[in-house]
């Protein structure tokens, strides 16, 4: 079986300047991989690659063997991956429910959506208690958990997630980490990237290191937690 998600030799950047210099990376069928890395390495601009809206401008990405890296953002949605981006981009004058329903904008199948906002109430009880509510009235946690629940609407075989962390109360944290559990035990890779490093890495099968544009690290996450550098680095010493 191919990886679920192959990226090779991928650069890509903005205008003049190119903030991915030749990353590789994979994600196997039911893994959780952590992409950890300082501020500005291009996590970011690595995730808004996969789903088609920064374009590469060379380098391959794979779905299952597909390439798929000249799609357009909604076809790739529609193809199995769906975002959680970093600041949430909740649609602020949406209700929640309406931004619930903006991520199964690709689907069709009536059943299968209620069925999957059900699910998404069970994981997030708050977001059902807020159906009418605008998006941008959310707490920041109550958004976030909004964001990652939207990216589920579209029923992902793949799973980014761009700093769901971020400015969070612990406990909120902690939450938020167990749903993305949960949704890998149901069978969803996740490929996650994330400022709290150790978290991530004791979630994550698999690691990969950032900096300024290239992974200078991979392996086990267990291996990435024991490595002094990384350890330096990223751990707090
Ligand atoms: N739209 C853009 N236009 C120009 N440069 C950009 C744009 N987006 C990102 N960059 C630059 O690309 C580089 C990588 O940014 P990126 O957001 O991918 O990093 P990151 O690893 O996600 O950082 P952070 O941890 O701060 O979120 C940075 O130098 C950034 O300034
Ligand atoms: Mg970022």
Known sequence: ?????????????????????GISLE???????????ANGAGKTSTLMSISGCLRPRSGSIRLAGQEIHARA?????????????EGRKIFPRLTVLENLQMGAFARSDKAGIQQDLDHAFEMFPILKQRTTQAGGTLSGGEQQMLAVARAMMGRPKLLLLDEPSLGLAPLIVLKIFEV?????????SILLV?????????????????????ITMHGPAANLLADARVQAAYLGG
């Open 73 to 85: 953002p909604h076809e790739i949605v529609r193809l199995g991956i769906c975002h959680s981006p």
């Open 194 to 214: 994330e400022q709290a490093a150790r978290m991530a890495l004791k979630l994550a099968h698999r690691g990969y290191v950032m900096e300024t544009g290239e």
């Open 27 to 37: 994600v196997q069928p039911g893994e959780i991989v952590a992409l950890i890395g």
């Open 1 to 21: 079986m191919p990886p679920l998600l192959e990226i090779s030799d991928l650069r890509a950047g903005y205008g003049q300047i190119e903030v991915l210099k």
């Open 180 to 188: 993305v559990k949960k949704l890998n035990d149901e069978g969803i």
